[in-house]
């Protein structure tokens, strides 16, 4: 329950962002356009002389970004990563033995803590990571303490 409560709370909260026509003057433009290019080419011309961005940047979320966003409007995919980032946090605290409550209060408290993440726009990887590593860390967790019995 607290779960649903935390998604609901995040998708009437951001669901103004879905309703802003011009994209934000953030770092945001840029993921929208390395989204685009990812698919095509390793080199991004756009920016000076170009850059070899892959090399040096985390490719994984915008590798999502490009397969979803040609389905589903950039906007909603934003709103969508951003309104369902709950669910790994609970998901997570529930394998690391949590609660219900515990986990669906640390749920509810993740806005709280990355206001500032979401408000600054750190971008795509940040969004993803936040998302995955919770599940991750519990998973590795777990494989330790089973394999020191």
Known sequence: MCLLTAIAFNAVWLWPETLIEQI????????????????????LSAYSLGFPLWRV?????????????PIIPWPVFYFSLLALLPAPIYYGARLLGMSRFASGLASLLILAISEEVISAAMGLATELSSGVAPVSIAISWHWSSCSQR
């Open 57 to 69: 940047y985390p490719p994984l979320p915008h590798f999502f970004a490009a397969l979803l966003t």
């Open 24 to 43: 934000p003057v953030n770092d945001l433009t840029f993921h929208i356009q390395a989204s685009r290019v990812i698919l095509h080419e390793s080199w």
